[in-house]
T-cell receptor, first 115, second 116 residues
């Protein structure tokens, strides 16, 4: 069965600093990979996704992620963090089924931003 | 605009009662999903459906059931609510007809359920 590990439960960065959130996955085939963001009391919003092709994926809000098969990783990066980026971030792997895919999520990384 | 809605947004119930959480999407998506979110566990899949009359069990399906009688709705029923089912529940949908199976899952705003 597939699994996702987000090693960092909570990260604090200063506004304007760079950010990298780690994600490692376990899946027997080529994975579908996702990053979602959740603001307090809100649902989940997709930041970016990887299905195939270019291993560097660009997303919304200035985020990017790189798929590294050899390391089973899909780390999320942003060059300069804004205070509005404070939220919880979830990495997920999609296991392909008959009609679509089911998501398995990591436990999340909470991001705090110091002004 | 097309959207996915959940109702109620907040629910308090008692142990042993039957509870139904509603999920409605207006995208005409084929696929619908129910997840629960608990502190320290992230989101876990409860049930999912790839079309009308199709339902499948997810990772944490015990104590829950779903039925899909039309494209727009996938209600989640807790047959006999337990305190362990206190959680935030999210519905998601994906897959408009004609699109690839790699379509994005869009999430609803969530329902916070408390079982006393």
């Amino acid at each position: 069965a597939q699994s996702v590990t987000q090693p960092d439960i909570h990260i604090t960065v200063s506004e304007g600093a760079s950010l990298e959130l780690r994600c490692n996955y376990s899946y027997g085939a080529t994975p579908y990979l996702f990053w979602y963001v959740q603001s307090p009391g809100q649902g989940l919003q997709l930041l970016l996704k990887y299905f195939s092709g270019d291993t560097l994926v660009q997303g919304i809000k200035g985020f990017e992620a790189e798929f590294k098969r050899s390391q089973s990783s899909f780390n999320l990066r942003k060059p300069s963090v804004h205070w509005s980026d404070a939220a919880e971030y979830f990495c997920a792997v999609g296991a392909r089924g008959a009609g679509s895919y089911q998501l398995t999520f990591g436990k999340g990384t909470k991001l705090s931003v110091i002004p | 605009d097309a959207e996915i809605t959940q109702s109620p947004r907040h629910k308090i119930t008692e142990t042993g009662r039957q509870v139904t959480l509603a999920c409605h999407q207006t995208w005409n998506h084929n696929n619908m999903f129910w997840y629960r979110q608990d502190l320290g566990h992230g989101l876990r899949l409860i049930h999912y459906s790839y079309g009308v009359q199709d339902t499948n069990k997810g990772e944490v399906s015990d104590g829950y059931s779903v039925s899909r009688s039309n494209t727009e709705d996938l209600p989640l029923t807790l047959e006999s609510a337990a305190s362990s089912q206190t959680s935030v529940y999210f519905c998601a949908s994906s897959g408009s007809p004609g699109l690839r199976s790699t379509d994005t899952q869009y999430f609803g705003p969530g329902t916070r359920l408390t079982v006393l």
